[in-house]
């Protein structure tokens, strides 16, 4: 069964058996009796193993009574001033734990903090321990041509006759994901609504047409804008693209006047998480197998950054 999306009065939840969860995506608080209703109707009919929920820190002692707990938060959610809480409740035991394996990487991106708290009030940037092969999913070296400087002059937003390249991106890059995002309607209706895809045009000589692309998911009414959906051709893996996509598309919402920027990133991706990491981004927290991607819950770290105001921006 497909995942499905409702929306409750001005609220709007999203389930499923691909993630196995019930993602409370937008949250008001004149909604709170209807969705907690909902909630409860579809974990009696569906058995959900986690919910996932994003919300206001001020309606969350309502859940948090109710057997949620904080597993992530992100400063600055809402216009710039009030936090978003991100509670969650199992209902699997082994759902909740980290694999041995994702302890470890979890310690690897808690070993960055750590070098910048050191480090006191220098950027992370010219740091030689946060230097790898790449910035991308599956990073390795290089084996195209295309790399940050030149990528950088070459990004653009994507139009709707861009939308068969970025679903034959998608397609090949993820063997599934949460969201259709190769589908060429899902991109289309989604490009309509507020999510701004942007991308890397591959050189003349490339079998496909995109080296990489990337999505702004924003949320006009809290000036907050998910980064996500990034994809990187295998020939070009390794070359920085992910990053290029990451400073273009903050540039384009500064000018639009957003106020902080957040990510969902793999736990299993370290070089996407650092990619993160290395463009200001303070960690936020891990929602333990979370989202399915590629045919397994994977856990996920939440990254966050402040936007910079008007009269910082040079």
């Known amino acids: 069964m497909s995942d499905i999306e409702e929306r409750i009065g001005r609220s709007r939840l999203h389930h499923g058996s691909g993630s196995d969860r019930i993602y409370l995506m937008e949250y008001h608080a004149s909604d709170r009796d209807l969705l907690w209703k909902r909630i409860g109707e579809l974990q009696e009919e569906r058995g959900y193993g986690k919910h996932f929920f994003i919300l206001p820190q001020g309606e969350a002692p309502f859940f948090l009574a109710r057997g949620y707990r904080l597993e992530a938060t992100i400063p600055g959610y809402y216009q710039g001033k009030e936090a978003a809480m991100i509670l969650v409740r199992y209902f699997s035991p082994a759902r909740e734990l980290l694999s ?12 960055w903090s750590a070098c910048e708290s050191s480090r006191g009030s220098e950027s992370p940037h010219g740091s030689d321990s946060l230097r790898g092969s790449g910035s991308e999913s599956g990073a390795g070296p290089a084996r195209g041509s295309e790399g940050p400087a030149s990528a950088s002059a070459r990004i653009r937003r994507a139009r709707p006759d861009d939308i068969p390249a970025l679903a ?53 009414g809290r000036k907050s804008a998910e980064m996500t959906d990034f994809a990187v051709d295998p020939a070009f893996r390794g070359a920085g693209l992910a990053g290029a996509l990451l400073s273009a598309m903050e540039e384009a919402l500064l000018r639009q006047e957003y106020r902080c920027f957040y990510t969902i990133a793999r736990l299993s991706q370290p070089a996407m998480n650092r990619t993160f990491f290395r463009a200001g981004y303070r960690y936020g927290g891990t929602l333990v197998k979370n989202t399915q991607i590629g045919g397994s819950l994977e856990s996920m770290n939440v990254w966050y950054k402040p936007a910079p105001r008007a009269s910082q921006v040079s």
């Not at 041995?100 to 070993?111: F, K, Q, T």
């Not at 060429?184 to 999510?195: G, I, K, Q, S």
């Open 168 to 220: 034959g991106l998608y397609a090949r890059t993820f063997q599934s994901y949460p969201f259709p995002i190769d589908s060429p309607d899902y991109l289309a209706r989604t490009m309509e609504n507020d999510v701004d895809y942007y991308l890397v045009p591959a050189p003349a000589d490339s079998p496909h047409p995109l080296a990489a692309a990337a999505s702004a998911e924003k949320h006009p």
């Open 100 to 111: 041995r394996s994702e302890r470890e990487l979890l310690e690897v991106c808690a070993s």
